[in-house]
């Protein structure tokens, strides 16, 4: 596609559930971002792939966060036993190799009730 | 680690006004840095990156930014805002040849008034 497609674009899903997130990025690009966006805390660095190396986890609030990335493309983040305090916005990003720009999607809201 | 400092968490100004967000970063190595904006409801986009050279850059929509090594600052100005810059505006932080994370600040709010 044509940009980093997130889904789905809306989570709703009660306290104590499991939920996957999607992420597809720009065909080509070796790099991938996750990054929470809550109100007023900015964008805070979830985990970050780049090729077949091993990837940097060290932004994973809890071990009930765990992502991965099958084939260098597609990611799926997963949150475990989701939280209230797990609502936010989930945005993934993509680039090429660095340091060029990264391509963001429109995220996926979350919603633990 | 790196980390990054945006000072203020909004920024109110009338429109034609010139306008500075601010950015400091933290780093014992050397640093690439960038300026992301976000409009309303809309996902975020680069607004201009500083890699090397001049230490002035300039960006989309009359944005510009100087890198200054002794301040570890970044900031962002206009010289003249309008009322559609009004977006959240975030400052970000990548090692030199280190891991490849992308660190951002916690953003400013600039909201632009007639």
């Known amino acids: 596609g044509a940009g980093v497609s997130q889904s789905p674009s809306n989570k709703v899903t009660e306290k104590g559930k499991d939920v996957e997130l999607r992420c597809d990025p720009i065909?080509?690009?070796?790099?991938l971002y996750w990054y929470r966006q809550s109100l007023g805390q900015g964008l805070e660095f979830l985990i970050y792939f780049q090729g077949n190396s091993a990837p940097d986890k060290s932004g994973l609030p809890s071990d009930r966060f765990s992502a991965e990335r099958t084939g260098g493309s597609v990611s799926t983040l997963t949150i475990q036993r989701t939280q209230q305090e797990d609502s936010a916005v989930y945005l993934c990003?993509?680039?090429?190799?660095?340091?060029?720009?990264?391509?963001f999607g429109q995220g996926t809201r979350l919603t633990v009730v | 680690a790196q980390s990054v400092t945006q000072l203020d968490s909004q920024v109110p100004v009338f429109e034609e006004a010139p306008v500075e967000l601010r950015c400091n970063y933290s780093s014992s190595v050397s640093v690439y840095l960038f300026w992301y904006v976000q409009y309303p409801n809309q996902g975020l986009q680069l607004l201009l990156k500083y890699l090397s050279g001049s230490t002035l850059v300039k960006g989309i929509n009359g944005f510009e930014a100087e890198f200054n090594k002794s301040q570890t600052s970044f900031h962002l100005r206009k010289p003249s805002v309008h009322i559609s810059d009004t977006a959240e505006y975030f400052c970000?932080?990548?090692?030199?040849?280190?891991?490849?994370?992308?660190?951002f600040g916690k953003g400013t709010k600039l909201t632009v008034n007639p």
């Open positions: 970000a932080v990548m090692l030199r040849g280190g891991s490849e994370k992308l660190v």
């Open positions: 990003a993509s680039s090429s190799r660095f340091p060029t720009e990264a391509f």
């Open positions: 065909s080509g690009h070796t790099a």
